[in-house]
């Protein structure tokens, strides 16, 4: 994830994205902000934060039945 501390956009950058499976970022009360289904191949991502407040989220990536997570700060 970068930058982090991120500001309006985040990048994401999957090693491998072995099968079809989504990612998306939750605030810390687990309210889900962000979803999109990511599909094999794909390793870069832009996500738009502009829109969400100031804070501490999690960015999760689930593949084969795995969850990878990541916390990255949003600052204004």
């Avoid at 100031?54 to 795995?66: C, D, E, M, N, P």
């Amino acid at each position: 994830l970068a930058p982090n501390p991120a500001n309006d956009v985040l990048q994401v950058a999957l090693n491998s994205s072995p099968r079809d499976g989504p990612i998306s970022i939750t605030d810390m009360t687990g309210r889900r902000l962000f979803e999109k289904t990511v599909t094999t191949g794909e390793k870069v991502h832009t996500i738009s934060t502009a829109d969400m407040p100031a804070g501490t989220y999690i960015f999760s990536y689930t593949a084969l039945g795995t969850t990878t997570s990541k916390k990255f700060v949003i600052q204004r």
